[in-house]
Protein backbone atom coordinates (compact mmCIF):
# COMPACT_ATOMS: atom_id res chain seq x y z
CA UNK A 1 0.00 0.00 0.00
CA UNK A 2 1.46 3.91 -0.73
CA UNK A 3 0.85 6.83 0.32
CA UNK A 4 0.18 10.33 -1.30
CA UNK A 5 0.43 13.60 0.67
CA UNK A 6 -0.71 16.67 -0.94
CA UNK A 7 1.46 19.45 0.12
CA UNK A 8 2.29 21.84 -2.25
CA UNK A 9 -0.43 24.88 -1.89
CA UNK A 10 0.23 28.24 -0.20
CA UNK A 11 -2.34 28.75 2.64
CA UNK A 12 -3.13 32.13 2.89
CA UNK A 13 -5.75 31.82 5.18
CA UNK A 14 -2.92 31.34 7.88
CA UNK A 15 -1.27 33.93 7.32
CA UNK A 16 1.39 35.17 8.76
CA UNK A 17 1.90 31.99 10.10
CA UNK A 18 2.65 30.23 7.04
CA UNK A 19 4.24 33.89 4.85
CA UNK A 20 7.84 31.87 6.17
CA UNK A 21 6.73 28.22 6.07
CA UNK A 22 4.34 25.55 4.51
CA UNK A 23 1.42 25.21 6.43
CA UNK A 24 2.49 21.25 7.21
CA UNK A 25 5.53 22.47 9.44
CA UNK A 26 3.59 24.48 11.47
CA UNK A 27 3.29 22.85 15.04
CA UNK A 28 1.14 21.20 17.43
CA UNK A 29 1.76 20.21 20.96
CA UNK A 30 5.21 20.96 19.72
CA UNK A 31 5.46 18.71 16.86
CA UNK A 32 5.03 19.57 13.33
CA UNK A 33 1.67 18.58 11.36
CA UNK A 34 3.56 16.36 9.28
CA UNK A 35 4.96 15.11 11.69
CA UNK A 36 1.57 13.16 13.03
CA UNK A 37 0.57 12.58 9.11
CA UNK A 38 3.89 10.45 9.29
CA UNK A 39 3.22 8.59 12.46
CA UNK A 40 -0.02 7.79 11.48
CA UNK A 41 0.78 6.38 7.95
CA UNK A 42 3.36 4.07 9.97
CA UNK A 43 2.71 0.23 9.57
CA UNK A 44 0.08 0.95 6.80
CA UNK A 45 2.15 1.95 3.53
CA UNK A 46 5.24 1.25 2.26
CA UNK A 47 5.73 4.16 0.45
CA UNK A 48 5.00 7.77 1.11
CA UNK A 49 4.64 9.98 -1.73
CA UNK A 50 5.13 13.80 -0.81
CA UNK A 51 3.63 16.07 -3.67
CA UNK A 52 5.38 19.65 -2.89
CA UNK A 53 5.63 23.10 -4.45
CA UNK A 54 5.56 25.59 -1.88
CA UNK A 55 8.82 26.21 0.19
CA UNK A 56 9.54 22.56 -1.02
CA UNK A 57 13.07 22.48 0.10
CA UNK A 58 11.99 23.25 3.54
CA UNK A 59 9.91 20.21 3.48
CA UNK A 60 13.01 18.04 2.16
CA UNK A 61 15.02 19.74 5.03
CA UNK A 62 12.20 18.53 7.56
CA UNK A 63 11.94 15.45 6.17
CA UNK A 64 15.53 14.46 5.96
CA UNK A 65 15.83 15.15 9.51
CA UNK A 66 13.09 12.96 10.57
CA UNK A 67 13.20 9.49 7.87
CA UNK A 68 14.77 7.64 9.71
CA UNK A 69 12.02 7.33 12.19
CA UNK A 70 9.76 5.21 9.84
CA UNK A 71 9.79 1.89 8.53
CA UNK A 72 8.57 3.28 4.98
CA UNK A 73 10.25 5.41 1.94
CA UNK A 74 9.71 8.70 1.11
CA UNK A 75 9.65 9.89 -2.86
CA UNK A 76 8.88 13.65 -3.87
CA UNK A 77 6.82 14.98 -6.79
CA UNK A 78 6.44 18.58 -7.62
CA UNK A 79 3.56 21.03 -8.52
CA UNK A 80 5.50 23.92 -9.61
CA UNK A 81 2.60 26.44 -10.43
CA UNK A 82 -0.45 25.77 -7.86
CA UNK A 83 -3.15 25.24 -9.82
CA UNK A 84 -5.28 22.95 -7.57
CA UNK A 85 -5.47 19.11 -5.88
CA UNK A 86 -6.62 17.61 -8.84
CA UNK A 87 -3.49 18.83 -11.06
CA UNK A 88 -1.16 18.10 -8.01
CA UNK A 89 -2.11 14.18 -8.35
CA UNK A 90 -1.69 14.66 -12.18
CA UNK A 91 1.53 16.18 -11.62
CA UNK A 92 2.62 12.78 -9.57
CA UNK A 93 1.27 10.49 -11.75
CA UNK A 94 3.19 12.38 -14.54
CA UNK A 95 6.48 11.78 -12.68
CA UNK A 96 6.00 8.13 -11.47
CA UNK A 97 4.12 6.80 -14.96
CA UNK A 98 4.62 3.38 -13.61
CA UNK A 99 2.70 3.77 -10.71
CA UNK A 100 -0.33 1.27 -10.62
CA UNK A 101 -2.33 -0.03 -7.59
CA UNK A 102 -4.03 1.18 -4.60
CA UNK A 103 -2.92 3.93 -2.80
CA UNK A 104 -4.34 6.51 0.19
CA UNK A 105 -4.69 9.93 -0.28
CA UNK A 106 -4.82 12.18 2.62
CA UNK A 107 -3.85 16.19 3.08
CA UNK A 108 -0.45 17.20 4.15
CA UNK A 109 -2.26 19.61 7.17
CA UNK A 110 -4.94 18.65 9.17
CA UNK A 111 -4.64 16.13 12.04
CA UNK A 112 -6.59 12.89 11.06
CA UNK A 113 -6.70 9.74 13.65
CA UNK A 114 -4.44 6.99 12.36
CA UNK A 115 -7.37 4.75 13.25
CA UNK A 116 -9.73 6.36 11.06
CA UNK A 117 -7.11 6.21 8.51
CA UNK A 118 -6.64 2.27 9.14
CA UNK A 119 -10.37 1.57 8.80
CA UNK A 120 -10.37 3.44 5.58
CA UNK A 121 -7.15 1.63 4.20
CA UNK A 122 -9.26 -1.74 5.11
CA UNK A 123 -11.65 -0.54 2.26
CA UNK A 124 -11.20 -1.45 -1.05
CA UNK A 125 -12.28 2.63 -1.98
CA UNK A 126 -12.70 4.96 0.62
CA UNK A 127 -13.79 7.96 1.17
CA UNK A 128 -13.56 9.69 4.26
CA UNK A 129 -16.26 12.39 5.76
CA UNK A 130 -17.18 14.18 8.91
CA UNK A 131 -20.62 16.07 9.97
CA UNK A 132 -19.86 19.70 10.15
CA UNK A 133 -22.53 22.60 11.41
CA UNK A 134 -21.74 24.83 8.26
CA UNK A 135 -20.92 22.57 5.04
CA UNK A 136 -20.28 25.99 2.91
CA UNK A 137 -16.16 25.93 3.98
CA UNK A 138 -16.43 22.08 2.63
CA UNK A 139 -17.18 19.55 -0.13
CA UNK A 140 -20.01 18.27 0.86
CA UNK A 141 -20.13 14.58 0.47
CA UNK A 142 -23.72 12.99 -0.39
CA UNK A 143 -24.30 8.85 -0.60
CA UNK A 144 -26.52 6.27 -1.78
CA UNK A 145 -26.53 2.84 0.54
CA UNK A 146 -23.04 3.80 2.22
CA UNK A 147 -21.55 4.47 -0.92
CA UNK A 148 -20.21 7.73 -2.44
CA UNK A 149 -22.87 9.19 -5.28
CA UNK A 150 -21.21 12.81 -5.56
CA UNK A 151 -19.35 15.72 -4.22
CA UNK A 152 -20.61 19.28 -4.07
CA UNK A 153 -17.72 21.57 -3.79
CA UNK A 154 -18.03 24.50 -1.19
CA UNK A 155 -21.80 24.63 -1.91
CA UNK A 156 -23.81 28.07 -0.98
CA UNK A 157 -26.22 26.57 0.99
CA UNK A 158 -26.38 23.74 3.98
CA UNK A 159 -27.59 20.98 1.54
CA UNK A 160 -26.07 18.38 3.33
CA UNK A 161 -24.27 18.30 6.59
CA UNK A 162 -21.73 15.72 5.90
CA UNK A 163 -18.16 16.85 4.51
CA UNK A 164 -15.39 15.64 2.72
CA UNK A 165 -12.23 15.75 4.62
CA UNK A 166 -9.75 14.84 1.44
CA UNK A 167 -8.77 11.36 2.42
CA UNK A 168 -9.56 8.80 -0.43
CA UNK A 169 -8.36 5.40 -1.20
CA UNK A 170 -7.99 5.30 -5.01
CA UNK A 171 -6.03 3.07 -7.84
CA UNK A 172 -4.15 4.43 -10.60
CA UNK A 173 -7.48 4.58 -12.78
CA UNK A 174 -8.44 7.62 -11.53
CA UNK A 175 -6.11 9.15 -13.44
CA UNK A 176 -8.28 9.12 -16.68
CA UNK A 177 -10.63 11.22 -14.64
CA UNK A 178 -7.82 13.90 -13.81
CA UNK A 179 -7.41 14.25 -17.51
CA UNK A 180 -11.03 15.72 -17.65
CA UNK A 181 -11.41 18.41 -14.70
CA UNK A 182 -12.13 21.64 -16.14
CA UNK A 183 -11.23 24.36 -13.79
CA UNK A 184 -13.71 25.54 -11.75
CA UNK A 185 -15.64 29.17 -10.56
CA UNK A 186 -12.00 29.75 -8.14
CA UNK A 187 -9.61 29.35 -10.78
CA UNK A 188 -8.45 25.64 -9.49
CA UNK A 189 -8.63 22.32 -10.77
CA UNK A 190 -10.44 20.40 -8.24
CA UNK A 191 -9.80 16.63 -7.51
CA UNK A 192 -13.52 16.19 -5.89
CA UNK A 193 -14.53 16.44 -9.30
CA UNK A 194 -12.44 13.68 -10.22
CA UNK A 195 -13.30 11.49 -7.54
CA UNK A 196 -17.19 11.98 -8.55
CA UNK A 197 -16.49 10.56 -11.69
CA UNK A 198 -14.17 7.54 -10.17
CA UNK A 199 -17.02 6.76 -7.81
CA UNK A 200 -18.99 6.06 -10.52
CA UNK A 201 -16.78 3.07 -12.27
CA UNK A 202 -15.85 1.71 -8.37
CA UNK A 203 -17.86 1.54 -5.58
CA UNK A 204 -16.53 4.04 -3.16
CA UNK A 205 -17.17 3.58 0.64
CA UNK A 206 -18.19 6.61 2.81
CA UNK A 207 -16.97 6.26 6.10
CA UNK A 208 -17.56 8.57 8.92
CA UNK A 209 -14.92 9.78 11.07
CA UNK A 210 -15.19 8.12 14.37
CA UNK A 211 -12.08 9.46 16.37
CA UNK A 212 -11.20 12.92 15.30
CA UNK A 213 -10.09 14.78 12.59
CA UNK A 214 -9.51 18.53 13.44
CA UNK A 215 -9.15 20.96 10.11
CA UNK A 216 -6.28 23.51 10.48
CA UNK A 217 -7.93 26.20 8.44
CA UNK A 218 -7.14 29.40 9.99
CA UNK A 219 -4.40 29.94 12.14
CA UNK A 220 -6.99 30.30 15.45
CA UNK A 221 -7.40 26.20 14.68
CA UNK A 222 -3.62 25.45 15.87
CA UNK A 223 -5.14 26.74 19.53
CA UNK A 224 -8.27 24.33 18.91
CA UNK A 225 -5.86 21.05 18.00
CA UNK A 226 -3.22 21.97 20.32
CA UNK A 227 -5.99 21.90 23.25
CA UNK A 228 -7.34 18.82 21.96
CA UNK A 229 -3.94 16.92 21.73
CA UNK A 230 -3.05 18.17 25.57
CA UNK A 231 -6.09 17.19 26.68
CA UNK A 232 -5.21 13.78 25.07
CA UNK A 233 -1.76 14.00 27.58
CA UNK A 234 -2.15 10.43 30.44
CA UNK A 235 0.61 10.70 31.82
CA UNK A 236 3.33 13.57 33.08
CA UNK A 237 6.97 13.31 31.39
CA UNK A 238 9.90 15.33 33.01
CA UNK A 239 13.01 15.28 31.81
CA UNK A 240 14.15 18.83 32.66
CA UNK A 241 14.59 20.32 36.34
CA UNK A 242 12.22 21.76 38.36
CA UNK A 243 13.61 23.73 41.49
CA UNK A 244 12.20 23.91 44.75
CA UNK A 245 9.27 26.13 45.50
CA UNK A 246 7.19 25.24 41.80
CA UNK A 247 3.58 24.04 42.14
CA UNK A 248 2.33 21.47 38.91
CA UNK A 249 -1.30 20.16 38.94
CA UNK A 250 -2.05 18.63 36.37
CA UNK A 251 0.05 16.55 33.31
CA UNK A 252 3.05 18.33 32.70
CA UNK A 253 5.45 17.39 30.01
CA UNK A 254 9.05 19.09 30.21
CA UNK A 255 11.65 18.89 27.50
CA UNK A 256 15.66 18.08 27.86
CA UNK A 257 17.67 20.85 29.12
CA UNK A 258 15.02 22.68 30.31
CA UNK A 259 14.49 24.41 33.75
CA UNK A 260 11.46 25.29 35.66
CA UNK A 261 12.46 28.51 38.26
CA UNK A 262 11.32 28.84 41.59
CA UNK A 263 7.96 30.74 42.37
CA UNK A 264 5.95 28.85 39.18
CA UNK A 265 2.55 27.52 39.19
CA UNK A 266 1.69 25.37 36.70
CA UNK A 267 -1.91 24.20 36.09
CA UNK A 268 -2.17 21.24 33.08
CA UNK A 269 -2.12 20.03 30.61
CA UNK A 270 1.01 22.00 29.46
CA UNK A 271 3.75 21.07 26.87
CA UNK A 272 7.34 22.79 27.45
CA UNK A 273 9.66 22.20 24.63
CA UNK A 274 13.77 22.02 25.00
CA UNK A 275 16.36 24.39 26.42
CA UNK A 276 13.46 26.49 27.62
CA UNK A 277 13.62 28.78 31.06
CA UNK A 278 10.42 29.44 32.65
CA UNK A 279 10.18 31.71 35.34
CA UNK A 280 10.38 32.58 37.74
CA UNK A 281 7.20 33.78 39.69
CA UNK A 282 5.08 33.26 36.13
CA UNK A 283 1.66 31.47 35.83
CA UNK A 284 1.51 28.47 32.98
CA UNK A 285 -2.83 27.88 32.68
CA UNK A 286 -3.94 24.71 31.12
CA UNK A 287 -3.60 23.55 27.41
CA UNK A 288 -0.35 26.13 26.81
CA UNK A 289 2.25 24.78 24.57
CA UNK A 290 6.20 26.33 24.87
CA UNK A 291 8.21 25.90 21.92
CA UNK A 292 12.04 25.02 22.05
CA UNK A 293 14.76 27.55 23.29
CA UNK A 294 12.06 29.65 25.19
CA UNK A 295 11.89 32.35 27.93
CA UNK A 296 8.80 32.77 29.63
CA UNK A 297 9.53 35.10 33.04
CA UNK A 298 8.92 36.71 35.78
CA UNK A 299 5.34 37.66 36.82
CA UNK A 300 3.99 36.85 32.76
CA UNK A 301 0.52 34.25 32.50
CA UNK A 302 0.34 32.29 29.82
CA UNK A 303 -3.22 30.93 29.22
CA UNK A 304 -4.57 28.24 25.79
CA UNK A 305 -1.68 29.38 23.75
CA UNK A 306 1.07 28.30 21.48
CA UNK A 307 4.34 29.79 22.06
CA UNK A 308 7.03 28.43 18.98
CA UNK A 309 10.62 28.12 18.85
CA UNK A 310 12.91 30.47 20.03
CA UNK A 311 10.46 33.14 21.40
CA UNK A 312 10.53 35.73 24.56
CA UNK A 313 8.08 36.94 27.05
CA UNK A 314 9.99 37.75 30.45
CA UNK A 315 8.76 40.10 32.06
CA UNK A 316 5.10 41.40 33.45
CA UNK A 317 3.04 40.17 30.54
CA UNK A 318 -0.35 38.55 29.61
CA UNK A 319 -0.70 36.36 26.65
CA UNK A 320 -4.02 34.36 25.96
CA UNK A 321 -5.68 32.48 23.19
CA UNK A 322 -2.95 33.49 21.14
CA UNK A 323 0.02 32.18 18.85
CA UNK A 324 3.47 33.30 19.00
CA UNK A 325 5.42 33.24 15.63
CA UNK A 326 9.53 32.17 15.59
CA UNK A 327 11.63 34.45 17.21
CA UNK A 328 9.91 36.74 18.25
CA UNK A 329 10.41 39.28 21.68
CA UNK A 330 7.41 40.61 23.81
CA UNK A 331 8.53 43.24 25.79
CA UNK A 332 7.68 43.85 29.25
CA UNK A 333 3.86 44.77 29.72
CA UNK A 334 2.67 43.20 26.60
CA UNK A 335 -1.02 41.92 27.15
CA UNK A 336 -3.47 40.52 24.91
CA UNK A 337 -7.39 41.50 24.97
CA UNK A 338 -8.96 37.92 24.64
CA UNK A 339 -12.67 39.41 25.03
CA UNK A 340 -14.62 41.49 23.96
CA UNK A 341 -17.05 44.01 26.03
CA UNK A 342 -19.86 42.77 24.52
CA UNK A 343 -19.25 38.62 24.77
CA UNK A 344 -19.77 38.58 20.88
CA UNK A 345 -17.77 35.95 18.84
CA UNK A 346 -13.77 37.87 18.02
CA UNK A 347 -13.64 38.77 14.32
CA UNK A 348 -10.28 38.26 12.51
CA UNK A 349 -9.10 39.73 9.14
CA UNK A 350 -8.61 36.89 6.50
CA UNK A 351 -7.75 38.16 3.16
CA UNK A 352 -9.23 40.94 3.46
CA UNK A 353 -12.36 40.52 5.22
CA UNK A 354 -13.60 40.39 8.76
CA UNK A 355 -14.81 37.33 9.38
CA UNK A 356 -16.39 35.67 12.40
CA UNK A 357 -13.66 33.15 14.33
CA UNK A 358 -16.72 31.24 16.30
CA UNK A 359 -14.42 31.40 19.27
CA UNK A 360 -15.42 33.69 21.90
CA UNK A 361 -11.97 33.79 23.26
CA UNK A 362 -9.11 34.64 20.47
CA UNK A 363 -6.08 36.98 21.52
CA UNK A 364 -3.26 37.70 18.92
CA UNK A 365 -1.52 35.93 15.93
CA UNK A 366 1.93 37.19 16.20
CA UNK A 367 3.95 36.50 12.98
CA UNK A 368 8.28 35.64 13.21
CA UNK A 369 10.41 37.64 14.37
CA UNK A 370 8.53 40.51 15.73
CA UNK A 371 9.79 42.61 18.47
CA UNK A 372 7.20 44.60 20.65
CA UNK A 373 8.06 47.81 22.57
CA UNK A 374 7.39 47.65 26.38
CA UNK A 375 3.36 48.19 27.17
CA UNK A 376 1.86 46.55 24.05
CA UNK A 377 -1.81 46.02 24.38
CA UNK A 378 -3.62 43.80 21.36
CA UNK A 379 -7.20 43.85 20.60
CA UNK A 380 -8.81 40.41 19.98
CA UNK A 381 -8.16 38.54 17.04
CA UNK A 382 -5.30 40.84 16.00
CA UNK A 383 -2.57 40.02 13.77
CA UNK A 384 0.91 41.27 13.61
CA UNK A 385 2.59 39.87 10.68
CA UNK A 386 6.14 38.72 10.46
CA UNK A 387 9.54 41.67 11.14
CA UNK A 388 7.17 43.98 12.40
CA UNK A 389 7.69 46.08 15.72
CA UNK A 390 5.60 48.16 17.90
CA UNK A 391 6.40 51.09 19.96
CA UNK A 392 6.35 51.41 23.46
CA UNK A 393 2.80 51.58 24.54
CA UNK A 394 1.64 50.91 21.37
CA UNK A 395 -2.36 49.79 21.17
CA UNK A 396 -2.58 47.19 18.32
CA UNK A 397 -6.66 48.18 17.12
CA UNK A 398 -5.39 46.68 13.41
CA UNK A 399 -3.44 44.12 12.33
CA UNK A 400 0.19 45.52 11.82
CA UNK A 401 0.63 44.60 8.15
Known sequence: MKAIILAAGKSTRTMPLTATRPKCLLKVANKELLLYDFEALEGLVDTVYLVLGYKADMIKEFVDKVKHRFSFKIKFAYQTEQKGTSDALLKFFEQFP???????????????SP???????EEEFCILANPVEDIRSFGAVFEKDGFLDK???KPKEQITNLANISVYVLDESVKEFLLKVKESSRGEYELTDAITDFAKTKKMRVLKVSDYWIPITYPWSLIEANKFLLSRISESKISGEIEQG?????KLILGRGSIIKSGVYIEGPVVIGENCKIGPNCYLRPY?????????GQATEVKNSIFFDNSNCAHLSYVG????????NLGAGFITANL???????KSMVKGKLIDTKRR????????NVHTGIHTSVYPGRKIWNNKTTLPGEVVRKDIV
Do not use: M, Q, W
Open 98 to 112: DFKGRFIIIPSDDLI
Open 115 to 121: KDLKRCV
Open 151 to 153: IIE
Open 246 to 250: VHVKG
Open 288 to 296: TTIGNNCHI
Open 321 to 328: DSVIGYNV
Open 340 to 346: RHDNANV
Open 361 to 368: KLGAIVGD
